[in-house]
């Protein structure tokens, strides 16, 4: 069965600081691994990556896949208060067909 | 439409009674799932349609969920005869090709039964 586990469950940060949230995954045919932003409503998209080694980046967010040890890291830099939700890693099969979301990530930045 | 709708935004239902959770994708979009979220939980996989048709079902806990789409764009997923255990965020998701891999969310609807 895919598994998809993300550390830690919550974090407490202050504006600023910087954090890194993990996500480990055993998913049979994988072919990409997502990250979500999830405040009170819909999960939006931040990053997919198919690649290992390769750094996507986006403003203060950057992300890295690791195929060998099937780990990603998403890290956001200069934390805002703005930066505070759950995130959520996804494994994506290789059909595209579905996603397997790990529990989540609850950030919170304090003023 | 923008992004993906759905209705209702929050239900309350009585245990025992039916439900229609409605799903509005993103026009042009061929690909739509439905999702299942617990309290405190990452979504789970319930089901996934590529145009009208229901690819896959595997993740339907059982088999008072049904969910269909007739016309390949408009989906309908319905719980009969709900249970406590039915409370959940229930959220859907569409992308634009068959094997376009980015899924796009909508709002969900937040199921409450009594």
């Known amino acids: 069965e895919d598994k998809v586990v993300q550390s830690p469950l919550s974090l407490v940060v202050h504006e600023g600081d910087t954090v890194t949230l993990n996500c480990s995954y055993e998913?049979?045919?994988?072919?990409?691994l997502l990250w979500y932003k999830q405040e009170k409503k819909a999960p939006t998209f931040l990053f997919m990556l198919?690649?290992?080694?390769i750094e996507k980046k986006s403003g203060r967010l950057s992300s890295i896949l690791d195929k060998k040890e099937l780990f990603s890291i998403l890290n956001i830099t200069a934390t805002q208060t703005g930066d505070s939700a759950i995130y959520l890693c996804?494994?994506?099969?290789?059909?595209?067909?579905?996603?397997?979301f790990g529990g989540g990530t609850r950030l919170m930045v304090k003023p | 439409g923008a992004g993906v709708s759905q209705s209702p935004r929050y239900k309350v239902a009585k245990r025992g009674q039916d439900v229609a959770l409605r799903c509005d994708p993103i026009?042009?979009?061929?690909?739509l799932f439905w999702y299942q979220q617990a309290l405190g939980q990452g979504p789970e996989f319930l089901t996934y349609?590529?145009?009208?048709?229901?690819?896959?079902k595997s993740g339907l806990p059982s088999d008072r969920f049904f969910a269909e789409r007739p016309e390949g764009s408009v989906s309908t997923l319905k719980i009969q005869r709900t249970q406590q255990e039915d409370s959940a965020v229930y959220l859907c998701?569409?992308?634009?090709?068959?094997?376009?891999?980015?899924?796009?969310f909508g709002p969900g609807t937040r199921l409450l039964v009594l």
């Open positions: 198919t690649s290992s080694g």
């Open positions: 026009s042009g979009h061929v690909s």
């Open positions: 998701a569409s992308s634009l090709r068959r094997t376009q891999e980015t899924q796009y």
């Open positions: 998913v049979t045919n994988f072919r990409s």
């Open positions: 996804a494994g994506l099969n290789n059909a595209g067909n579905m996603l397997t």
């Open positions: 349609f590529q145009n009208e048709a229901q690819l896959d």
